[in-house]
């Protein structure tokens, strides 16, 4: 076990010092050890955990379902029913974004080609901006 200072920890775990400290004041990380000066020190289970939290955010996880995930990961003894259901609530959400996004797109599209680039006054974009009546989807 090796002592890292909070810049080590940074380098090899990828996160930056900022978001060190922002994850230990809500809690995502633990408090670290303090030398005599005050200094933090970090271990390679903070290394560890803090690069499950990077992953994690990567994929999308909000915050609080990353808290439950390391709660899970802390007790390995536990079945997985309520990860898996952690994850299959954010697929469920990250495929309701991709419809809304297509959606979205499609309506930007048919602004774009509907655009005679003329003056402002026959816009298209700005006539659809103006009234939700020319847009392909009710919500978007």
Do not use: W
């Not at 633990?30 to 499950?52: G, I, K």
């Amino acid at each position: 076990m090796s002592a890292l200072t909070i810049g080590a920890l940074s380098t090899q775990a990828g996160v930056k010092i900022p978001t060190i400290r922002y994850y230990e004041s809500i809690g995502l990380l633990r408090p670290p050890s303090r030398t005599d000066s005050n200094r933090r020190t970090y271990d390679d289970a903070a290394v560890r955990r803090l690069r499950f939290i990077r992953h994690a955010r990567e994929l999308g996880f909000e915050v609080d379902a990353i808290r439950q995930l390391l709660t899970l990961a802390d007790h390995p003894e536990q079945p997985c029913e309520a990860a898996d259901a952690l994850a299959r609530a954010h697929l469920a959400d990250i495929e309701s974004k991709i419809r809304r996004l297509q959606a979205l797109r499609a309506e930007v599209r048919q602004m774009v080609n509907q655009c005679a680039q003329g003056e402002v006054r026959s816009c298209h974009v700005i006539e659809v901006l103006a009234d939700h009546a020319h847009c392909l989807h009710e919500h978007h």
